[in-house]
């Protein structure tokens, strides 16, 4: 029985108590004053006028969770299994690119504390560090790899490969970011970390994407040649059947608001769907990921996993997320604000209190395992 809740509890109040950050705000303040503001608009802000990056964490407010009283919930199972990767625990680190500008060591150090958590982490195409360093850092760690699919159909199949042999074990085509979003925080800065080279280890160290750049390239030739191939404005479910036929991993799209795109992506070979509008870095106005999620979950019926990200901030909203028809959820900015601001500590800070909330939510709530979290377990704020 993991009883991840009173243990961290205790723990934490063994160790003199007063932590200086407990909740996804307490981070993000931290986060701030660590970071510059190029950096830190980067990773807070969103597109146009943010409606959809509040709008996200409203549409948690408008659901509440009815406990039920007087069952035993002295034993109580958070795990599940999707796509054939055991989850720990009902959630995973969402695919954060360029994490350099957060933290010298990068992808680094999320790779040392989701690996010794066990608890999976989704790696971006964008990241600092090549996905093999990730790979060996994390050992026979759960791990899935997010692909940007891009415009040179040799370059992602290098990309696919190497992830695949490098032990990685689902691949999440991101299909929302065909372009970069109108960031008004990164237009005001002028803030765009690519321009400087960062974030593109995986092209880098990618056999196809040398051979095409030639010996002695400039950085800025590097950065050009990037900016070329790793977004697709023309990307289709043509190209999303060259992705499926490359690969034997699970394939998850990650990125969908709307049910038609969910049934689509099963016509084509999907294992999965990952419900989300991009951290609403995307497209304002969109539709929060949340009330998007019951019908996608009901048009896809159990014929693939559905997870669901954008707006997770507590054990609250993943319990809500589940009983609105998500098999697990992807945590994105709590756990980047606290790599930003204290490093790998505070990473393992973030993902230990998010795991003990959810079992202390579910445990107060009547819910003694993830099968038991329906929509029953709901009742809508307003009535
Ligand atoms: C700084 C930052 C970088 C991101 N980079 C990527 C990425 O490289 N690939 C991707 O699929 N999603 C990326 N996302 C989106 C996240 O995977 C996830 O959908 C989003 O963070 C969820 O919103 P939330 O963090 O507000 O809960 C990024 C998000 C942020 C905040």
């Given at each position: 029985m993991p009883g991840y809740g009173m243990d961290r509890q205790l723990e934490i109040r063994d160790a003199g108590g007063f932590l200086a950050a407990v909740t996804a705000e307490d981070w993000a303040r931290r986060a701030e004053a660590a970071l510059q503001p190029g950096p830190w608009g980067y990773v807070a802000g969103g597109a146009g006028a943010e409606a959809t990056m509040r709008g996200n964490l409203?549409?948690?407010?408008?659901?509440?969770?009815?406990?039920?009283?007087?069952?035993?919930?002295?034993?109580?199972?958070?795990?599940?299994?999707?796509?054939?990767?055991?989850?720990?625990?009902?959630?995973?680190?969402?695919?954060?690119?360029?994490?350099?500008?957060?933290?010298?060591?990068?992808?680094?150090?999320?790779?040392?504390?989701?690996?010794?958590?066990?608890?999976?982490?989704?790696?971006?195409?964008?990241?600092?560090?090549?996905?093999?360093?990730?790979?060996?850092?994390?050992?026979?760690?759960?791990?899935?790899?997010?692909?940007?699919?891009?415009?040179?159909?040799?370059?992602?199949?290098?990309?696919?490969?190497?992830?695949?042999?490098?032990?990685?074990?689902?691949?999440?085509?991101?299909?929302?970011?065909?372009?970069?979003?109108?960031?008004?925080?990164?237009?005001?800065?002028?803030?765009?970390?690519?321009?400087?080279?960062?974030?593109?280890?995986?092209?880098?160290?990618?056999?196809?994407?040398?051979?095409?750049?030639?010996?002695?390239?400039?950085?800025a030739a590097t950065v050009q040649l990037f900016l070329r191939v790793y977004a697709n404005p023309g990307f289709?479910?043509?190209?999303?059947?060259?992705?499926?036929?490359?690969?034997?991993?699970?394939?998850?799209?990650?990125?969908?608001?709307?049910?038609?795109?969910?049934?689509?992506?099963?016509?084509?070979?999907?294992?999965?769907?990952?419900?989300?509008?991009?951290?609403?870095?995307?497209?304002?106005?969109?539709?929060?990921?949340?009330?998007?999620?019951?019908a996608i979950a009901a048009a896809v019926a159990g014929r693939a996993a559905v997870l669901m990200d954008s707006g997770i901030r507590c054990g609250a909203d993943v319990v809500k997320a589940l009983a609105l028809g998500a098999q697990a959820v992807l945590v994105g900015r709590p756990w980047?604000?606290?790599?930003?601001a204290a490093g790998q500590a505070g990473v393992d800070q973030v993902l230990r209190d998010l795991r003990a909330d959810i079992d202390l939510t579910m445990g107060m709530a009547g819910l003694r395992s993830l099968a038991e979290i329906g929509r029953g377990a709901l009742a809508r704020a307003d009535g």
């Amino acid at each position: 029985m993991p009883g991840y809740g009173m243990d961290r509890q205790l723990e934490i109040r063994d160790a003199g108590g007063f932590l200086a950050a407990v909740t996804a705000e307490d981070w993000a303040r931290r986060a701030e004053a660590a970071l510059q503001p190029g950096p830190w608009g980067y990773v807070a802000g969103g597109a146009g006028a943010e409606a959809t990056m509040r709008g996200n964490l409203q549409a948690f407010e408008r659901w509440r969770i009815v406990p039920r009283l007087l069952r035993d919930v002295s034993v109580r199972d958070l795990s599940t299994t999707v796509l054939g990767t055991a989850f720990p625990v009902p959630f995973g680190l969402a695919p954060i690119g360029v994490q350099s500008v957060l933290h010298a060591q990068a992808e680094r150090l999320p790779a040392a504390v989701a690996g010794a958590l066990r608890i999976p982490l989704v790696l971006s195409t964008v990241s600092s560090t090549p996905l093999e360093d990730v790979a060996a850092i994390m050992g026979d760690a759960p791990r899935w790899f997010q692909l940007y699919p891009g415009t040179d159909p040799e370059i992602v199949e290098s990309l696919v490969g190497r992830a695949e042999r490098a032990g990685y074990s689902a691949l999440v085509v991101t299909v929302d970011t065909t372009m970069l979003g109108w960031r008004p925080r990164d237009l005001r800065t002028g803030y765009l970390p690519f321009f400087s080279g960062e974030g593109i280890a995986n092209y880098t160290s990618d056999p196809v994407f040398q051979a095409r750049l030639g010996p002695g390239a400039s950085m800025a030739a590097t950065v050009q040649l990037f900016l070329r191939v790793y977004a697709n404005p023309g990307f289709t479910w043509k190209d999303l059947d060259h992705i499926r036929s490359v690969t034997r991993m699970p394939l998850l799209v990650k990125g969908l608001l709307h049910p038609d795109d969910a049934r689509e992506s099963l016509v084509h070979g999907a294992d999965g769907i990952v419900v989300s509008n991009h951290g609403g870095r995307q497209v304002d106005g969109a539709i929060a990921a949340l009330d998007a999620l019951p019908a996608i979950a009901a048009a896809v019926a159990g014929r693939a996993a559905v997870l669901m990200d954008s707006g997770i901030r507590c054990g609250a909203d993943v319990v809500k997320a589940l009983a609105l028809g998500a098999q697990a959820v992807l945590v994105g900015r709590p756990w980047a604000y606290a790599l930003a601001a204290a490093g790998q500590a505070g990473v393992d800070q973030v993902l230990r209190d998010l795991r003990a909330d959810i079992d202390l939510t579910m445990g107060m709530a009547g819910l003694r395992s993830l099968a038991e979290i329906g929509r029953g377990a709901l009742a809508r704020a307003d009535g």
